[in-house]
Protein backbone atom coordinates (compact mmCIF):
# COMPACT_ATOMS: atom_id res chain seq x y z
CA UNK A 1 0.00 0.00 0.00
CA UNK A 2 0.87 3.68 -0.90
CA UNK A 3 1.27 6.71 1.35
CA UNK A 4 1.25 10.18 -0.42
CA UNK A 5 3.69 11.78 2.22
CA UNK A 6 7.02 12.41 2.33
CA UNK A 7 8.99 11.59 5.54
CA UNK A 8 12.44 13.37 6.44
CA UNK A 9 14.89 12.59 8.97
CA UNK A 10 18.01 13.64 10.12
CA UNK A 11 20.82 11.94 12.10
CA UNK A 12 20.57 14.07 15.28
CA UNK A 13 17.80 11.92 15.94
CA UNK A 14 19.57 9.51 17.62
CA UNK A 15 22.60 10.03 20.06
CA UNK A 16 23.74 6.79 19.66
CA UNK A 17 25.17 7.06 16.09
CA UNK A 18 29.14 6.37 15.72
CA UNK A 19 30.07 9.51 13.70
CA UNK A 20 29.03 12.80 14.14
CA UNK A 21 26.34 14.37 12.18
CA UNK A 22 26.99 14.86 8.34
CA UNK A 23 27.81 18.81 7.35
CA UNK A 24 27.09 17.84 4.02
CA UNK A 25 23.71 15.70 4.01
CA UNK A 26 21.64 17.49 6.67
CA UNK A 27 18.99 14.92 5.96
CA UNK A 28 17.70 12.59 4.31
CA UNK A 29 13.76 12.09 2.58
CA UNK A 30 11.61 8.45 1.75
CA UNK A 31 8.44 9.32 -0.47
CA UNK A 32 6.78 6.12 0.52
CA UNK A 33 4.01 7.26 -2.57
CA UNK A 34 6.92 5.41 -4.99
CA UNK A 35 6.97 2.54 -2.99
CA UNK A 36 6.89 -1.27 -5.10
CA UNK A 37 7.04 -4.47 -4.90
CA UNK A 38 7.53 -7.29 -6.77
CA UNK A 39 9.51 -11.14 -6.88
CA UNK A 40 7.60 -11.97 -3.61
CA UNK A 41 9.45 -14.57 -1.88
CA UNK A 42 12.92 -13.77 -3.16
CA UNK A 43 15.33 -11.73 -1.04
CA UNK A 44 18.68 -10.20 -1.33
CA UNK A 45 19.12 -7.78 -4.46
CA UNK A 46 22.15 -5.92 -4.63
CA UNK A 47 22.47 -3.56 -8.00
CA UNK A 48 24.54 -2.82 -10.65
CA UNK A 49 23.99 -0.80 -13.40
CA UNK A 50 25.88 -1.87 -17.18
CA UNK A 51 27.01 -0.62 -20.12
CA UNK A 52 23.73 -1.52 -21.89
CA UNK A 53 21.93 1.09 -19.54
CA UNK A 54 20.06 -2.03 -17.88
CA UNK A 55 20.68 -2.73 -14.25
CA UNK A 56 21.55 -5.85 -13.25
CA UNK A 57 20.42 -7.50 -9.70
CA UNK A 58 20.83 -11.36 -7.60
CA UNK A 59 18.44 -12.76 -5.20
CA UNK A 60 18.00 -15.93 -3.67
CA UNK A 61 15.60 -18.36 -1.87
CA UNK A 62 12.41 -17.78 -4.44
CA UNK A 63 11.04 -16.93 -7.65
CA UNK A 64 12.64 -14.10 -9.21
CA UNK A 65 10.38 -11.68 -11.31
CA UNK A 66 8.35 -14.41 -12.97
CA UNK A 67 7.13 -15.96 -10.19
CA UNK A 68 7.31 -19.21 -11.86
CA UNK A 69 8.67 -22.68 -11.69
CA UNK A 70 9.73 -23.89 -8.44
CA UNK A 71 12.32 -21.79 -5.95
CA UNK A 72 15.88 -21.51 -6.40
CA UNK A 73 18.56 -20.91 -4.19
CA UNK A 74 20.32 -18.19 -6.85
CA UNK A 75 18.90 -15.95 -9.30
CA UNK A 76 20.06 -12.97 -11.81
CA UNK A 77 17.42 -10.49 -13.13
CA UNK A 78 17.63 -7.55 -15.68
CA UNK A 79 15.81 -4.39 -14.36
CA UNK A 80 14.90 -2.85 -17.41
CA UNK A 81 13.21 0.67 -17.40
CA UNK A 82 13.22 4.09 -15.39
CA UNK A 83 12.82 4.22 -11.44
CA UNK A 84 8.53 4.91 -12.06
CA UNK A 85 8.18 1.90 -14.81
CA UNK A 86 10.50 -0.92 -14.99
CA UNK A 87 9.95 -4.68 -15.05
CA UNK A 88 12.50 -7.24 -13.78
CA UNK A 89 13.42 -10.60 -16.27
CA UNK A 90 14.85 -13.41 -14.83
CA UNK A 91 18.16 -14.41 -16.89
CA UNK A 92 19.64 -17.12 -15.03
CA UNK A 93 18.34 -19.43 -12.65
CA UNK A 94 20.56 -21.42 -10.45
CA UNK A 95 19.89 -24.50 -8.35
CA UNK A 96 17.01 -25.26 -6.26
CA UNK A 97 16.64 -24.08 -3.14
CA UNK A 98 18.10 -26.16 -0.18
CA UNK A 99 20.87 -27.49 -2.35
CA UNK A 100 24.36 -27.91 -0.79
CA UNK A 101 27.80 -26.24 -1.82
CA UNK A 102 28.65 -23.97 -4.00
CA UNK A 103 28.10 -25.55 -7.55
CA UNK A 104 30.77 -26.74 -9.95
CA UNK A 105 33.54 -25.62 -10.90
CA UNK A 106 33.77 -24.46 -14.28
CA UNK A 107 31.50 -23.13 -17.25
CA UNK A 108 27.75 -23.18 -16.99
CA UNK A 109 27.92 -23.98 -13.32
CA UNK A 110 24.50 -24.22 -11.26
CA UNK A 111 25.11 -21.72 -9.08
CA UNK A 112 23.87 -23.05 -4.91
CA UNK A 113 24.38 -19.99 -2.47
CA UNK A 114 23.65 -16.17 -1.78
CA UNK A 115 25.17 -13.04 -3.09
CA UNK A 116 25.31 -9.18 -1.84
CA UNK A 117 27.77 -8.06 -4.15
CA UNK A 118 27.41 -8.09 -8.24
CA UNK A 119 29.15 -5.61 -10.62
CA UNK A 120 29.46 -4.95 -14.04
CA UNK A 121 31.75 -3.74 -16.53
CA UNK A 122 32.19 -4.00 -20.29
CA UNK A 123 30.07 -6.61 -21.18
CA UNK A 124 30.87 -8.89 -18.31
CA UNK A 125 29.07 -9.45 -14.50
CA UNK A 126 31.13 -10.70 -11.89
CA UNK A 127 30.08 -11.59 -8.35
CA UNK A 128 30.74 -13.30 -4.77
CA UNK A 129 28.47 -15.44 -3.34
CA UNK A 130 28.83 -18.06 0.04
CA UNK A 131 26.88 -21.04 0.30
CA UNK A 132 23.85 -21.71 0.36
CA UNK A 133 22.41 -19.93 3.69
CA UNK A 134 22.26 -18.78 7.19
CA UNK A 135 25.42 -19.53 9.17
CA UNK A 136 27.40 -21.08 6.28
CA UNK A 137 27.47 -17.94 4.73
CA UNK A 138 30.38 -16.93 7.06
CA UNK A 139 32.41 -20.36 5.29
CA UNK A 140 34.13 -18.87 2.32
CA UNK A 141 33.05 -16.19 -0.57
CA UNK A 142 33.80 -17.82 -4.23
CA UNK A 143 34.06 -15.68 -7.23
CA UNK A 144 31.97 -16.20 -10.43
CA UNK A 145 32.01 -14.40 -13.61
CA UNK A 146 29.36 -14.45 -17.17
CA UNK A 147 30.19 -13.33 -20.36
CA UNK A 148 27.13 -13.46 -21.45
CA UNK A 149 25.31 -10.18 -19.63
CA UNK A 150 24.41 -13.27 -16.39
CA UNK A 151 22.66 -15.48 -18.64
CA UNK A 152 25.70 -18.00 -17.56
CA UNK A 153 28.23 -18.71 -14.88
CA UNK A 154 31.80 -19.73 -14.01
CA UNK A 155 33.18 -20.47 -11.01
CA UNK A 156 36.49 -20.12 -10.83
CA UNK A 157 38.79 -21.68 -8.17
CA UNK A 158 39.28 -18.26 -6.19
CA UNK A 159 37.83 -17.74 -2.84
CA UNK A 160 37.94 -15.72 -0.11
CA UNK A 161 37.59 -17.07 3.77
CA UNK A 162 38.65 -15.70 7.54
CA UNK A 163 36.78 -14.37 9.31
CA UNK A 164 38.76 -11.19 9.10
CA UNK A 165 37.37 -10.13 5.51
CA UNK A 166 34.11 -11.90 4.98
CA UNK A 167 31.23 -11.02 2.48
CA UNK A 168 32.80 -9.11 0.24
CA UNK A 169 30.85 -6.10 -1.28
CA UNK A 170 31.52 -3.91 -4.27
CA UNK A 171 31.80 -0.37 -4.11
CA UNK A 172 29.28 0.58 -7.29
CA UNK A 173 29.98 3.37 -9.24
CA UNK A 174 27.80 5.05 -11.92
CA UNK A 175 27.15 3.31 -15.08
CA UNK A 176 29.78 0.37 -16.79
CA UNK A 177 31.67 1.29 -13.21
CA UNK A 178 32.14 4.96 -14.27
CA UNK A 179 33.24 7.97 -11.73
CA UNK A 180 36.23 8.42 -9.93
CA UNK A 181 37.26 5.15 -9.36
CA UNK A 182 40.90 6.17 -10.20
CA UNK A 183 41.01 2.82 -12.28
CA UNK A 184 40.29 0.94 -9.46
CA UNK A 185 37.72 -1.96 -8.14
CA UNK A 186 36.74 -1.31 -4.38
CA UNK A 187 35.94 -4.49 -2.16
CA UNK A 188 34.66 -3.77 1.64
CA UNK A 189 34.54 -7.01 3.86
CA UNK A 190 33.41 -6.94 7.55
CA UNK A 191 34.31 -8.82 10.56
CA UNK A 192 32.67 -11.85 11.36
CA UNK A 193 32.83 -11.90 15.34
CA UNK A 194 29.57 -14.50 15.70
CA UNK A 195 29.75 -17.10 13.14
CA UNK A 196 27.14 -19.38 14.38
CA UNK A 197 23.78 -17.22 12.93
CA UNK A 198 23.33 -13.80 11.01
CA UNK A 199 23.76 -11.92 13.01
CA UNK A 200 25.13 -7.76 14.24
CA UNK A 201 28.73 -8.20 14.72
CA UNK A 202 29.65 -6.12 17.60
CA UNK A 203 32.09 -4.14 18.06
CA UNK A 204 31.31 -3.75 13.94
CA UNK A 205 34.55 -3.05 11.76
CA UNK A 206 34.63 -3.18 7.95
CA UNK A 207 37.77 -3.21 6.17
CA UNK A 208 38.01 -2.06 2.14
CA UNK A 209 40.43 -3.77 -0.18
CA UNK A 210 41.23 -2.64 -3.85
CA UNK A 211 42.44 -4.00 -7.12
CA UNK A 212 43.53 -2.42 -10.50
CA UNK A 213 40.35 -2.43 -12.69
CA UNK A 214 42.69 -3.60 -15.66
CA UNK A 215 43.91 -6.23 -13.19
CA UNK A 216 40.60 -7.89 -12.20
CA UNK A 217 39.19 -7.60 -15.49
CA UNK A 218 42.31 -8.66 -17.60
CA UNK A 219 41.82 -12.80 -17.15
CA UNK A 220 38.19 -12.88 -17.79
CA UNK A 221 38.72 -11.22 -21.29
CA UNK A 222 41.99 -13.24 -22.29
CA UNK A 223 41.60 -16.42 -20.32
CA UNK A 224 40.16 -20.10 -22.16
CA UNK A 225 36.73 -20.32 -20.32
CA UNK A 226 37.97 -23.19 -19.11
CA UNK A 227 40.55 -21.96 -17.19
CA UNK A 228 40.20 -22.16 -13.17
CA UNK A 229 42.62 -20.43 -11.43
CA UNK A 230 42.55 -16.66 -13.21
CA UNK A 231 43.86 -14.46 -10.57
CA UNK A 232 47.22 -15.27 -9.71
CA UNK A 233 48.97 -17.35 -7.20
CA UNK A 234 48.35 -15.70 -3.66
CA UNK A 235 46.57 -17.46 -1.09
CA UNK A 236 42.98 -16.10 -1.87
CA UNK A 237 43.58 -16.19 -5.29
CA UNK A 238 43.59 -12.57 -5.66
CA UNK A 239 46.19 -9.52 -5.55
CA UNK A 240 44.36 -7.51 -3.57
CA UNK A 241 45.92 -4.64 -1.59
CA UNK A 242 44.07 -3.58 1.62
CA UNK A 243 43.84 -0.31 3.70
CA UNK A 244 46.13 0.59 6.20
CA UNK A 245 45.94 3.90 6.76
CA UNK A 246 47.23 7.55 5.71
CA UNK A 247 49.97 9.38 5.70
CA UNK A 248 51.36 12.13 7.26
CA UNK A 249 50.18 13.85 3.70
CA UNK A 250 46.75 12.28 4.32
CA UNK A 251 47.37 9.76 1.52
CA UNK A 252 46.09 6.32 1.63
CA UNK A 253 48.25 3.68 1.92
CA UNK A 254 47.89 0.27 0.77
CA UNK A 255 49.56 -2.78 2.32
CA UNK A 256 49.15 -6.83 3.23
CA UNK A 257 45.96 -8.32 4.79
CA UNK A 258 47.19 -8.74 8.13
CA UNK A 259 48.25 -5.04 7.99
CA UNK A 260 44.72 -3.50 7.54
CA UNK A 261 43.02 -1.50 9.63
CA UNK A 262 39.27 -1.03 9.62
CA UNK A 263 37.58 2.13 7.48
CA UNK A 264 34.45 1.86 9.51
CA UNK A 265 33.52 1.13 13.04
CA UNK A 266 30.47 1.23 15.00
CA UNK A 267 30.10 -0.11 18.75
CA UNK A 268 26.53 -0.61 18.28
CA UNK A 269 27.36 -3.50 15.58
CA UNK A 270 27.42 -3.64 11.99
CA UNK A 271 25.24 -6.11 9.55
CA UNK A 272 26.45 -9.69 7.94
CA UNK A 273 26.45 -7.45 4.90
CA UNK A 274 26.53 -3.56 3.72
CA UNK A 275 26.18 -1.56 0.61
CA UNK A 276 28.62 1.07 -0.03
CA UNK A 277 28.11 2.99 -3.71
CA UNK A 278 29.31 6.80 -5.00
CA UNK A 279 26.26 9.12 -5.20
CA UNK A 280 27.54 11.61 -8.04
CA UNK A 281 25.00 14.73 -7.25
CA UNK A 282 26.52 15.01 -3.36
CA UNK A 283 30.07 13.78 -4.73
CA UNK A 284 29.76 11.56 -1.37
CA UNK A 285 30.33 7.67 -0.85
CA UNK A 286 27.22 6.51 0.76
CA UNK A 287 27.20 3.06 3.48
CA UNK A 288 24.10 1.41 4.51
CA UNK A 289 24.25 -1.38 6.95
CA UNK A 290 22.42 -2.48 10.55
CA UNK A 291 22.89 -1.83 13.90
CA UNK A 292 22.01 -3.62 16.97
CA UNK A 293 19.87 -6.46 15.75
CA UNK A 294 19.21 -8.03 12.38
CA UNK A 295 15.53 -8.33 10.26
CA UNK A 296 14.61 -5.24 12.54
CA UNK A 297 14.77 -2.69 9.88
CA UNK A 298 17.27 -0.77 11.80
CA UNK A 299 19.24 0.90 9.37
CA UNK A 300 22.41 3.30 9.46
CA UNK A 301 23.33 5.41 6.39
CA UNK A 302 26.31 7.30 6.06
CA UNK A 303 28.71 9.51 3.90
CA UNK A 304 32.36 10.26 3.53
CA UNK A 305 34.72 11.98 0.72
CA UNK A 306 36.42 9.06 -0.16
CA UNK A 307 35.81 5.46 -0.01
CA UNK A 308 37.89 4.80 3.03
CA UNK A 309 36.50 7.85 5.08
CA UNK A 310 35.77 9.95 6.67
CA UNK A 311 32.73 9.00 7.49
CA UNK A 312 29.55 10.83 8.62
CA UNK A 313 26.51 10.01 9.91
CA UNK A 314 23.53 10.67 7.90
CA UNK A 315 20.60 8.82 9.47
CA UNK A 316 20.95 6.62 12.05
CA UNK A 317 17.05 4.53 12.44
CA UNK A 318 16.08 2.58 15.39
CA UNK A 319 13.33 1.54 13.30
CA UNK A 320 13.97 2.99 9.87
CA UNK A 321 10.00 2.06 8.75
CA UNK A 322 8.34 3.29 10.90
CA UNK A 323 10.75 6.34 11.65
CA UNK A 324 10.23 7.51 7.64
CA UNK A 325 6.05 6.15 7.46
CA UNK A 326 6.35 3.44 5.53
CA UNK A 327 2.93 2.08 5.64
CA UNK A 328 1.49 -1.23 7.01
CA UNK A 329 5.00 -3.64 7.84
CA UNK A 330 7.14 -2.02 4.80
CA UNK A 331 10.52 -2.35 6.14
CA UNK A 332 10.14 -2.87 9.66
CA UNK A 333 12.24 -5.97 9.03
CA UNK A 334 14.47 -5.22 6.20
CA UNK A 335 18.04 -6.15 6.62
CA UNK A 336 19.73 -4.79 3.21
CA UNK A 337 19.50 -1.56 1.02
CA UNK A 338 21.70 -0.32 -1.67
CA UNK A 339 21.52 2.46 -4.05
CA UNK A 340 20.08 2.69 -7.59
CA UNK A 341 22.83 4.36 -9.39
CA UNK A 342 20.61 4.63 -12.24
CA UNK A 343 17.91 6.01 -10.59
CA UNK A 344 19.82 8.57 -9.12
CA UNK A 345 20.03 12.05 -10.28
CA UNK A 346 21.13 15.36 -8.25
CA UNK A 347 20.37 15.14 -5.00
CA UNK A 348 17.66 12.72 -5.65
CA UNK A 349 17.71 8.70 -5.10
CA UNK A 350 16.08 5.39 -5.48
CA UNK A 351 16.66 2.88 -3.22
CA UNK A 352 16.12 -1.05 -3.67
CA UNK A 353 15.94 -3.06 -0.44
CA UNK A 354 14.96 -6.16 1.12
CA UNK A 355 14.14 -8.38 4.47
CA UNK A 356 12.14 -10.98 5.71
CA UNK A 357 8.29 -11.73 6.56
CA UNK A 358 6.09 -8.59 4.75
CA UNK A 359 10.16 -7.55 3.22
CA UNK A 360 10.85 -10.63 1.99
CA UNK A 361 11.13 -9.00 -1.99
CA UNK A 362 12.39 -6.29 -3.98
CA UNK A 363 11.44 -3.55 -2.58
CA UNK A 364 12.17 0.09 -4.44
CA UNK A 365 11.07 3.30 -3.17
CA UNK A 366 12.51 6.80 -3.76
CA UNK A 367 14.19 9.50 -1.67
CA UNK A 368 16.60 12.51 -1.31
CA UNK A 369 19.19 14.37 -0.07
CA UNK A 370 19.04 17.42 2.12
CA UNK A 371 21.92 19.42 1.42
CA UNK A 372 23.75 21.77 3.58
CA UNK A 373 23.41 25.76 1.27
CA UNK A 374 26.89 26.46 0.64
CA UNK A 375 28.20 29.25 2.82
CA UNK A 376 27.86 32.70 1.12
CA UNK A 377 30.93 35.04 1.52
CA UNK A 378 29.38 38.66 2.44
CA UNK A 379 29.65 41.04 -0.30
CA UNK A 380 32.86 43.21 0.10
CA UNK A 381 31.74 47.06 0.32
CA UNK A 382 33.66 49.49 -1.53
CA UNK A 383 34.14 52.59 1.21
CA UNK A 384 35.75 55.05 -1.28
CA UNK A 385 32.14 56.68 -2.50
CA UNK A 386 30.95 56.90 1.18
CA UNK A 387 34.23 58.79 2.42
CA UNK A 388 33.90 60.70 -0.83
CA UNK A 389 30.45 61.97 0.36
CA UNK A 390 31.34 62.06 3.71
CA UNK A 391 33.82 64.83 2.83
CA UNK A 392 31.96 66.63 0.92
Avoid at 173 to 185: D, F, L, R, T
Avoid at 294 to 306: D, H, Q, S, W, Y
Wanted: with cysteine.
Amino acid sequence: MLLSSAWAASCTGSARAPYACSSVIKGITFNWSSHQEHASGSDNWPVTWADDNHQYTAWGDGKGFSQSGGKKSFGVSRVIGQKDVFVGADIYKGAAAGCSGLGGLGDNTSICGKSYSILSYQQFLVLWAGPETGAANYSESRFFYSRDRGQSWTQTGNYLTGYDFFHPTFLQYGKNHAGPNGGYVYLYGIEVLDGGQLAVHKPGRVFLARQKLSDYFLPITSAPSSQQHLFGPDGNGFHLEYYTGNDAAGQPQWGSRSDKIPVFQDSNGVGWNLSVSYNAGTQRYILMTEHDQTFAGKLGIFEAPTPWGPWKTVAYYDAWADQTGADGDTGDQGFFWNIANKWSSGKNFSMVFTGIGEDDSFNKVDGGFQLTPPVTPPKKIDLVPILQLLLL
